[in-house]
């Protein structure tokens, strides 16, 4: 039977290039390496390592092997943080994830109810496919996540979204915009504007932009990136470009932007909760159950404040 540090041996092997240099970084002797290699090598009847004189290379078995080592040590390392934390504060603590404008205005009530219930929860901040990532290690128990309408996310089957809120995608220009007195603005009549988008080809935002603009046979022209909304309100403003915003990204927005609707079909993003099926406990549950009634209140606000837009 094979052990971690057999696993830790081939992954310093496959990492180093050499036996001599996983030696050195695991703190063993070379001969040790050699023993933990040969013994791996044995439980599966087949050799995991090519060595020449350039170094070691990892044989098909080996690469074969490699990830799952990578998933086990993985998995490890986060229980053995897991039962810290546990021993720590006398009870699980719940690692959320949120992306930046659910983390300013969704998720901070919800998390101030859960905590007064004694649930001790970490929270990282980042954009969509380090959550993902984080997701997909085990990093989080659950993260609030974005997609667009019928765009599944790239999620393990041990992930469960849970919808929350849609989140509908708002026309920014400035206030003194020649369509700006209108209540909904007709997307062709912008295919000359220059736009503020995102910095990534994956925001959902802008690939539903893209998507719109190609039913009015134009392509939007980007004018400048970035993803950080308060400044895209500061360059719109400014004259630079239109751009697309979702709601819950405006904040309080200035009083030199206009805020409009796009005529044709309704542009937005779903939120939602993607949350490990493996690792549900009662405090994600509690978790979900306070965001759920945090979307449901953001909800009912838009809705009070339609004519508003």
Request: glycine letters at 6%.
């Amino acid at each position: 039977m094979f052990e971690l540090r057999h696993l830790q041996v081939l992954r310093a092997i496959a990492r180093e290039g050499s036996l001599a240099a996983a030696a050195r970084s695991l703190h063993y002797t070379q001969p040790t390496v050699t023993y933990h290699l040969a013994t791996l090598e044995s439980h599966f009847g087949s050799p995991l390592v090519l060595r020449g004189a350039r170094g070691t290379t990892l044989t098909e078995v080996g690469n074969a092997l490699l990830p799952h080592a990578d998933a086990v040590l993985q998995r490890v390392r986060l229980a053995e943080q897991e039962i810290h934390q546990m021993i720590e504060h006398g009870t699980a603590v719940l690692r959320v994830g949120t992306f930046p404008t659910a983390g300013a205005l969704l998720l901070p009530p919800a998390v101030k109810r859960v905590s007064q219930r004694q649930i001790h929860i970490s929270l990282t901040e980042g954009e969509l496919p380090s959550l993902l990532a984080a997701l997909r290690s085990r990093e989080l128990h659950l993260a609030l996540v974005f997609s667009q309408p019928g765009d599944p996310l790239d999620l393990d089957l041990d992930v469960v979204v849970h919808p929350l809120l849609d989140d509908p995608l708002l026309l920014v220009m400035p206030i003194d915009h020649p369509q700006a007195h209108l209540e909904r603005v007709p997307l062709s009549a912008l295919r000359n504007e220059g736009w503020i988008m995102g910095t990534t080809d994956w925001d959902p935002v802008d690939r539903a932009l893209t998507w719109a603009c190609a039913r009015e046979d134009f392509d939007p022209v980007h004018v400048m990136r970035t993803d950080d909304y308060s400044v895209i309100q500061g360059f719109v403003a400014a004259g630079t470009g239109v751009a697309l915003v979702p709601r819950l990204a405006l904040g309080n927005p200035r009083d030199d932007i206009a805020i409009r609707r796009l005529e044709g079909p309704a542009l937005s993003r779903q939120i939602g909760v993607a949350m490990l099926g493996s690792t549900v406990r009662s405090s994600a549950d509690d978790l979900l159950a306070e965001l759920t009634v945090e979307a449901a209140r953001i909800r009912t606000s838009w809705e009070a404040d339609a004519d508003a837009i």
